[in-house]
């Protein structure tokens, strides 16, 4: 059940918000967990005993590690936690990715390998491991206490507005509101508004970009011309950012209207005048846990160069491969380690000397050039929409394609929402920044309605695709 | 306070009306869009979830409860014509039918495969497909003509190329296209093979004129009436030559113009589906029978240019009956009445509808020559008309025996007319094909398991799964069927192999018993190439696998091909390539000498089409990849490089 559902907007939304708000304020923890359970049954029915099974067995090693005093014993907890946790995401996203790699290497020595039974991978199945392992990590570090009890590490793990697209929450940044929180009427209002321009971000702009993207991504290698391309890129640059950070606003707004509050995820990452700086924007409860629970017990920056540029190269191989199992995501990933690693090495002492512009514009081009590794379905695909975008080869242009003048406008205000503290006059209104002015809380409101609106009645066009007449 | 309580009224209001059920009774444009009455568009609608344990494990009734939500929550309409209005207003864009309605100059609405069709965007057939179509058509024509029934080919113009000014700049062609249109390129062979065609293309031009430009309405996809009228006329007129009573054609009157769409004249413009009306001028025909003679009975296979049509004729009384079989099977329409009913390809009435009527049309598009109907209704009325001879194509299998391994089976059983062979394990077969000629056979037997349920998988020549059969040790007999391929004077061995071995049935009887081939028949299926000489050459060739109708055979490296001409004829060959694991490199060299060059994959087949061998000529096709072979699968040991599919052969004068 996506957020962008009539089935969650219109069934799921209104009822749990209600029952929610009617539950006696003791019992509202027990009906969140209630309300997430379901969520994630209804998306993952078989899955789910996997992850409660699961969930079980880090709240019991949890507690081992907390009560246990000796170090090496500790050490020994925590590793068994993180395994069992490896384990599952391993075999749920990796095994399929796996089994290919080995059969391919079987196949050149002319070896067949029994069939394959395809194993499905569980939504969400990344950001539960990665969440139950900071658990572990922090109680075993004594920089985090275990759950009070079942009920509040259930809801920790399960807690619905965050299950599909994150944040990645750590337990001890939410441990006191799971305990205790209270919702006033501005938590409702704004954390309403969140959703609702989260919603609009992901409909509106991010469906309606991918739409284009989506068809650039699929015609044929031959045909595609370098505007295609480009617009192609652009269009998907902007379309998983949307996608991504409208997710990330709605998990914040409703968390916001239950009462939590969770940590941005997204800070403007096309403002970014460095990759280095691009990741301290860009999903940015990854790249913390990233640097938190990889990079820096690696060794981080404290160890020789050629070891810390290892480090980070290591990290972020991982993390194109936590994206993905497929080979994309893997380069995707070899490619921003190695841009840091060469930001570090010279890049960044050479930036300060650029003007900001000019290091803006080569950190966009880096992250659209990123954007086409992660976007294509192969090696090939790279490389001609690279040399096509660089103007070293030609399309045929033999393609339906064409890019319309509601794509250009919904392009623009993506680019202009994209940059908008660089831009003065819009950001005065930007609804995180709050106001006293009657008219202009007013015009805030009717826009937020509007947004509604309109996201809705997107939402609805998409279930009605209908034909003109049957054919064959 | 205001956005809170708005957002709540918007998000809750769907269920609260949800629980409303008065709400399908009540009429007026309100309640209409509030419950979602008036969307235009076909679209299957998921049916309400049944919430069960295997439901909800699969996800299957997650899948449909979205679904249904989806369709159905109130006020759905009015979101879909808001934000379709929004957009067409604002950029003229409708995502309506996955974009397929395109506006034009002045107004002028175009489905999206027309125009595509006329940038030269969408697949045209290959000069082989085009040849054989129309002598497929011939065919049908001289079949029809023995059985005293006329039959015209009717083509019907685009809208986008009849108004190529009107389409959007980004669609014009500004120069004639390089290559020329299907349209363009079957005319002269219709002339040639002296089919009765009604060219709708040219008729909706020398009209244009005449009609004022009203040959198609701006808002509709299809002809309007006048020039439906037109071109009925001109087809009544071009199958009266083959016809013993001759209907009289009807006469277009006069025209009537309002603001009252007839259906379809405003369908695209309906698609879009926007909030508000609008209003336009719609041009009607005003026809008069121009006499009083009826035809019989006619039939037409096409699309939805025949609705019109069909209707005109109806009104004006050409036919005493039309039946129009939508795009071939999906709907039967007949008139008078115009009634309509879901078809079921395999109770086509042949016999009536195509045996014993006096005409028999079929209408194609001049953009939709290379689309599924006309192919389908082509294939589906050669079998009719072949079916007299049907009985003296099947059945002969005489020279195709079949030997069982005398070490593997028991002795032959009988009773009545029933025969039957017990195996206790392994059992071989041989197929013998005694026949100079290569034989495509059908083995049909059934199989019994004794007393335990078994598998029972079926292996060619040792190694390969040609079949793999469940059989129950308690139920009855179960019929099953294989197809083998076998080469001219070629035997292959077929072994039957259990998941179990057999067992004592007890008593005095001392054998083991696993399994039974019970009534084994053979069906000689005559499916290789047969008509001209055609012979896979050499060792590089397995054999054939596949089905009648889509077959093929594997090689193992550079493979020989020979093919001899009829004396007086020359041939064309067809068939597709596909490579096996990654994309290869094919050469086709044909007598020394180099005839197609390219790159074949092993997810889509490359259609290779213009090979001609001169009349009398025997030519060797030789077929050489870049690649190397690989091992075929997990089970299967062959080495294969690539595949050639369906090979044909059509002789052409």
């Not at chain 1, 990330?248 to 707004?253: N, T």
């Not at chain 2, 290559?179 to 093979?193: C, F, V």
């Not at chain 2, 029978?289 to 699309?303: A, C, E």
């Not at chain 2, 009349?615 to 060797?620: A, D, M």
Request: net charge positive; with cysteine; proline share 5%.
């Amino acid at each position: 059940m996506i957020f962008s559902s009539a089935l969650f907007l219109f069934a799921y939304l209104p009822l749990f918000v209600a029952g929610y708000f009617a539950t006696p304020i003791q019992w509202r923890n027990a009906f969140l967990v209630f309300g997430s359970v379901l969520f994630y049954a209804w998306t993952e029915p078989t899955f789910i005993f996997w992850a409660l099974g699961s969930t079980l067995l880090d709240y019991w090693i949890g507690g081992r590690i907390a009560a246990c005093e000796i170090k090496k014993k500790r050490a020994a907890w925590v590793g068994f936690g993180i395994a069992a946790n490896i384990a599952l995401l391993g075999w749920f996203k990796y095994s399929n990715f796996g089994y290919e790699l080995i059969s391919q290497l079987a196949a050149s020595m002319g070896i067949a390998l029994g069939k394959w039974v395809k194993v499905a991978l569980p939504i969400a199945v990344s950001f539960i491991v990665f969440e139950k392992i900071t658990y572990l990590v922090d109680i075993y570090r004594r920089d985090g206490s275990p759950a009070r009890n079942l009920l509040d590490y259930v809801l920790y793990v399960f807690y619905f507005p965050k299950l599909l697209a994150g944040p990645i929450i750590r337990y001890k940044d939410i441990q006191q509101q799971i305990q205790q929180r209270h919702t006033s009427f501005d938590d409702l209002h704004d954390g309403a508004a969140r959703f609702v321009v989260g919603l609009g971000k992901k409909v509106l702009i991010a469906d309606h970009l991918g739409a284009f993207s989506d068809k650039v991504f699929a015609t044929p290698l031959v045909d595609v011309t370098s505007s295609w391309a480009w617009l192609g890129v652009l269009c998907f640059t902007f379309q998983i950012y949307y996608d991504f950070s409208g997710y990330s606003d709605m998990a914040i707004g409703l968390s916001r209207m239950l009462g939590f509050r969770l940590n941005e995820n997204f800070r403007f990452p096309y403002l970014a005048t460095s990759i280095t700086e691009f990741w301290r924007r860009w999903h940015i409860s990854l790249s913390t846990w990233i640097r938190d629970y990889l990079y820096i017990p690696l060794g981080g920056n404290r160890c020789s160069k050629a070891r810390n540029y290892l480090n980070l190269f290591l990290c972020f191989f991982l993390c194109g491969l936590w994206h993905g199992a497929a080979w994309p995501f893997i380069f995707w990933g070899v490619y921003q380690g190695a841009l840091l690693m060469i930001d570090k090495l010279f890049w960044l002492k050479l930036h300060s000397r650029l003007p900001a512009l000019a290091n803006h514009l080569v950190a966009s081009l880096l992250v659209c050039v990123g954007w086409v590794v992660f976007r294509s379905q192969s090696a090939e695909q790279i490389q001609t929409l690279l040399s096509r975008m660089f103007f070293l080869s030609r399309g045929t242009g033999d393609a339906p394609l064409w890019f319309s003048p509601d794509l250009t406008t919904v392009l623009l205000i993506a680019f202009v929402g994209a940059l908008r503290p660089a831009l003065p006059v819009i950001s005065g209104w930007s609804i995180e920044q709050g106001t006293t002015s009657a008219w202009k809380m007013w015009i805030q409101s009717s826009a937020l309605l509007a947004l509604l609106l309109l996201s809705i009645s997107r939402i609805a066009t998409e279930t009605f695709q209908a034909f003109l007449y049957f054919r064959f | 306070m205001f956005f809170l309580v708005g957002a709540c009224i918007i998000l809750a209001l769907p269920l609260l009306v949800a629980l409303f059920p008065q709400k399908e009774r009540k009429e007026g444009r309100f309640w209409d869009l509030l419950a979602n009455r008036t969307l235009k568009g076909v679209q299957l609608p998921h049916s309400a979830p049944a919430l069960s344990m295997d439901a909800w494990w699969s996800g299957e009734f997650q899948r449909l409860a979205t679904s249904f939500v989806g369709e159905r929550f109130a006020f759905r309409e009015l979101g879909i014509r808001l934000y379709n209005e929004l957009l067409w207003t604002a950029f003229r864009k409708s995502y309506m039918a996955r974009e397929s309605v395109i506006a034009g100059e002045d107004g002028f609405l175009f489905e999206n495969g027309y125009l595509y069709h006329l940038k030269g965007l969408s697949p045209k057939l290959s000069e082989f497909d085009l040849t054989r179509f129309v002598i497929d058509l011939a065919e049908i024509r001289d079949k029809l003509s023995e059985r005293g029934i006329a039959f015209a080919l009717l083509i019907t113009p685009s809208k986008a190329i009849a108004l190529e000014g009107k389409v959007p700049a980004r669609f014009r062609l500004g120069a004639p296209p390089a290559e020329k249109r299907d349209y363009e390129r079957i005319k002269p062979l219709l002339e040639k093979y002296g089919l009765p065609f009604v060219d709708g293309p040219a008729l909706a031009r020398s009209a244009n004129r005449r009609l004022n430009g009203a040959i198609f309405p701006r808002n509709g996809t299809h002809w309007t009436g006048p020039l439906a009228a037109l071109t009925a006329d001109k087809l009544v007129e071009t199958l009266r030559p083959q016809l013993q009573v001759a209907p009289s054609g009807l006469t277009l009157a006069g025209v009537k113009v309002d603001q009252k769409p007839t259906s379809p004249d405003d369908d695209l413009l309906l698609l879009l589906n926007l909030l508000r009306a609008r209003e336009d001028d719609y041009v009607h025909a005003v026809i008069e029978p121009s006499g009083r003679t009826s035809g019989k009975k006619l039939t037409i296979v096409g699309g939805s240019f025949v609705h019109q049509l069909a209707a005109m004729y109806d009104e004006a009384g050409t036919w005493n009956n039309i039946v129009h079989y939508y795009y071939y099977k999906i709907s039967k329409h007949t008139y008078p009445g115009g009634l309509i009913a879901p078809l079921d390809e395999d109770k086509i009435d042949w016999p009536s509808d195509f045996g014993d009527t006096s005409a028999v049309v079929l209408e194609v598009n001049e953009s939709a020559f290379g689309w599924n109907h006309p192919k389908a209704f082509v294939a589906g009325i050669k079998r009719f008309l072949a079916a007299p001879s049907k009985a003296a194509s099947t059945g002969d299998a005489a020279a195709t025996t079949i030997v069982y391994s005398a070490q593997d089976w028991y002795g032959q059983e009988t009773s009545r007319d029933e025969m039957w062979r017990w195996a206790k394990g392994d059992a071989r077969i041989q197929v013998v094909n005694a026949s100079p000629l290569p034989r495509r056979i059908r083995l049909e037997f059934n199989l019994l398991s004794f007393q335990d349920d078994r598998t029972i998988r079926i292996f060619s020549g040792g190694t390969m799964e040609l079949a793999r059969f469940q059989v129950s040790g308690s139920a009855p007999p179960s019929p099953q069927s294989i197809e083998v391929s076998l080469e001219a004077h070629e035997t292959q061995t077929l072994r039957f192999s259990p998941s179990q071995p057999g067992k004592p049935p007890g008593g005095a009887d001392q054998r083991l018993l696993a399994f039974a081939v019970h009534n084994l028949r053979l069906h000689d299926l005559r499916g290789v190439p047969d008509q001209h000489s055609v012979e896979f050459v050499g060792t590089e060739w397995f054999p054939r696998e596949g089905t009648d109708s889509d077959w093929w055979r594997w090689a193992k490296g550079t493979a020989k091909i020979t093919v001899e001409a009829p004396a007086d004829k020359r041939l064309i060959l067809q068939f597709q390539a596909v490579a096996h694991l990654r994309p290869k490199k094919l050469t086709l060299i044909q007598d020394g000498k180099q005839v197609w060059s390219g790159t074949i994959t092993p997810d889509l087949r490359t259609t290779i089409s213009e090979i001609f061998v001169p009349p009398g000529k025997r030519s060797t096709l030789q077929l050489q990849s870049d690649g190397q072979a690989e091992q075929a699968g997990d089970s299967d040991v062959r080495l294969i490089e690539f595949a050639v599919f369906n090979l044909t052969t059509t002789a052409i004068h």
